[in-house]
T-cell receptor, first 120, second 112 residues
Framework: QVQLVQSGAEVKKPGASVKVSCKASGYTFTTYSMHWVRQAPGQSLEWMGW??????????SQKFQGRVTITRDTSARTTYMELISLRSEDTAVYYC???FGSGIYSPLAYWGQGTLVTVS | DIVMTQSPDSLAVSLGERATINCKSSQSLYSSNNKNYLAWYQQKPGQPPKLLIYWASTRESGVPDRFSGGGSGTDFTLTVSSLQAEDVAVYYC?????????FGQGTKLEIK
């Protein structure tokens, strides 16, 4: 079965950076895209960007352009999301989510357990 | 960006009764392939979202048939035909028509 296991909670100072990992299992890693979505406390979901795990091509939300980098290591079946210049508003649970695989634009079928990043 | 607006923000329904959540997009999500790029998710406290419905009306595998999705273009609905205690959650609509992907603000579904 598909599993996405994320790295543990992080506490960071304002101005620092954080790198969250997402290890995938149960499917062919390079066939699907991986997205990153965050959720601030008590708030809705916010899409940050995605990576085509096969080609490595990335697309980012303009809101995070310049601050976020999504990469992948195919041998480790792991995707990474790095966010720099952290501020208090970046305190949130960060999720990786694998797409459904039904084309370029596809719903998010499988989700990691989430990683709480606290900026304080 | 496509703005997704849900209504109501919260909803209390008696067990066994019908619950309906609405979602409106700021532009059409209907594509030339005759599909609506609209999904619904259920999120329970402390858990990640769970995909319930995609292509506006296709139920994900394993999702109970009391959940159904409808609508087209810019107006969509999620219906729970007979509310069960385990359906208490926040529900989000989501457009994947284009980037940036966007989500509704969420609707909290509770038991009356």
């Amino acid at each position: 079965q598909v599993q996405l296991v994320q790295s543990g909670a992080e506490v960071k100072k304002p101005g620092a950076s954080v790198k969250v990992s997402c290890k995938a299992s149960g499917y062919t890693f390079t066939t699907y895209s991986m997205h990153w979505v965050r959720q601030a406390p008590g708030q809705s979901l916010e899409w940050m960007g995605w990576i085509n795990a096969g080609s490595g091509h990335t697309t980012y939300s303009q809101k995070f352009q310049g601050r976020v980098t999504i990469t992948r290591d195919t041998s480790a079946r792991t995707t990474y999301m790095e966010l720099i210049s952290l501020r208090s508003e970046d305190t949130a649970v960060y999720y990786c989510a694998r797409d459904f695989g039904s084309g370029i634009y596809s719903p998010l079928a499988y989700w990691g357990q989430g990683t709480l990043v606290t900026v304080s | 960006d496509i703005v997704m607006t849900q209504s109501p923000d919260s909803l209390a329904v008696s067990l066994g009764e019908r619950a309906t959540i609405n979602c409106k997009s700021s532009q059409s999500l209907y594509s030339s392939n005759n599909k609506n790029y609209l999904a619904w998710y259920q999120q329970k406290p402390g858990q990640p979202p769970k995909l319930l419905i995609y292509w506006a009306s296709t139920r994900e595998s394993g999702v109970p048939d009391r959940f159904s999705g409808g609508g087209s273009g810019t107006d969509f609905t999620l219906t729970v035909s007979s509310l069960q205690a385990e359906d208490v959650a926040v529900y989000y609509c989501h457009q994947y028509y284009g980037t940036p992907y966007t989500f509704g603000q969420g609707t909290k579904l509770e038991i009356k």
